[in-house]
Structures are given as structure tokens and as C-alpha cells.
Nanobody
Framework: QVQLVQSGGGSVQAGGSLRVSCAAS?????????VAWFRQAPGEERGSVATLSRYGGTDFITSVKGRFTISVDNTEKTLYLHMNNLKPEDTATYYC??????????????????WGQGTQVTVSS
């Protein structure tokens, strides 16, 4: 059983940077899990932002490519989402997620087993 506890996020003006973190109870997330960040804005469905897996590498939605990075620190057992050049449309609740596997075959929320509690990111114009 994997437990994910999120921290970070907050409020920033457009063009600023934030980081969200996701601490895992599992010993080696990158070896055995596909991990991901999702986001959900009010009135919208939860959607993928980025995925990372050992053999699949990283993948990002088009709107965040070049601005967001996803990484895992196995020593700290923590997943990170670094967000630069933030835009108001990035405002949402951000969720980390994980599923067993060396690849991320899909980026659909229903296919992920473990979830963090969510962290608010607000970007003002």
C-alpha cells in the first residue's frame, strides 16, 4: 500500500514559479511505479499534467511543455512538479498519483491507484 502526502503549491503572480511535492511511503517509487501529476480546475474534469516512469521517461501535456518539470528523488522518496512561467490558466488543485508498473500506459485518472490529497495552485494575472 502506497500513501502519498502532498505539500507546496500556493499563490503566485503570472510568470512566477512554484513547486509541489509528493512524499511517498513506498521505498523506491521510480523503480516500480508510474507516477504522475494531475490537475483539476473548478467545474472541470481532472486531467493529466505530466507522467514519469522508469522505462517510459517523462511526458507532458502540450500546454506545460518547456515550463514544468517532473522528477523523483528516491533518497527522499518524493515526487516533485516544478512549475515555471506560470499562467492564470494553470490555476487548479494539483494531485500526485501512482500506479504499479515500469511504464505509464495511459494518463487517465481512472487508471491510477494511489492519490495524494491535493494542493491548490493559484496564479493571478
Amino acid at each position: 500500500q502506497v500513501q502519498l502526502v502532498q505539500s507546496g503549491g500556493g499563490s503566485v503572480q503570472a510568470g512566477g514559479s512554484l513547486r509541489v511535492s509528493c512524499a511517498a511511503s513506498a521505498g523506491d517509487m521510480l523503480t516500480y511505479y508510474c507516477v504522475a501529476w494531475f490537475r483539476q480546475a473548478p467545474g472541470e474534469e481532472r486531467g493529466s499534467v505530466a507522467t514519469l516512469s522508469r522505462y517510459g521517461g517523462t511526458d507532458f501535456i502540450t500546454s506545460v511543455k518547456g515550463r514544468f518539470t517532473i522528477s523523483v528523488d528516491n533518497t527522499e522518496k518524493t515526487l516533485y512538479l516544478h512549475m515555471n512561467n506560470l499562467k492564470p490558466e494553470d490555476t487548479a488543485t494539483y494531485y500526485c498519483a501512482a500506479r504499479a508498473g515500469l511504464y505509464c500506459p495511459t494518463n487517465q485518472p481512472a487508471d491510477f491507484t494511489y492519490w495524494g490529497q491535493g494542493t491548490q495552485v493559484t496564479v493571478s494575472s
